[in-house]
């Protein structure tokens, strides 16, 4: 821990640039990249949460009519509990959410611990043809300027 604290010092203020770079790369590692026309991004952990809506928000300029929201919960969470929850982590109204999806993935039967996801996972969609394809090209001048 103490590793951590004294490590997490060395960052200072995120600037502009660096808050495209981050974002970029979460939505790279984390992001629905087969289509051309929509954005989706979806994950479990709050603060990645908060970075990618605030990316979204401040070097993407989506207005905030264009988020399309819904959790992913497994059958035994509470789903107003859930959207309470994302609605606070994401700052978005809780009328954005879309019927929630409410499955057990195949691939977590009987290998992940009860309730280890007590919110379930949040999915964010943004249509945006324009916005698609521009975060591609970043993601593609990451890739170009990393390997020079």
């Known amino acids: 821990m103490l590793i951590q604290k004294k490590s997490s010092k060395e960052i200072n203020k995120i600037s502009k640039k660096e808050l495209k770079l981050i974002g970029t790369a979460l939505y790279w590692a984390e992001g629905y ?47 107003m509990a859930a959207k309470k929850y994302w609605s606070k982590v994401a700052k978005l109204s809780i009328s954005k959410f879309r019927k929630s999806l409410k499955q057990l993935p195949k691939s977590s039967k009987s290998k ?37």
């Open 33 to 79: 990249k087969k289509t051309n026309w929509t954005l989706v991004f979806c994950n479990s952990d709050p603060d990645i949460i908060k970075i990618i809506m605030r990316f979204f928000r401040e070097t993407c300029k989506v207005p905030e009519k264009k988020f399309k929201v819904k959790v992913q919960i497994h059958p035994n969470i509470p789903e």
């Open 112 to 148: 992940r611990k009860f309730n280890t996801l007590p919110y379930g996972t949040f999915r964010i969609s943004i249509s945006d043809v324009r916005l698609v394809n521009k975060i591609k090209g970043w993601i593609k001048g990451i890739v170009i300027e990393s390997l020079k």
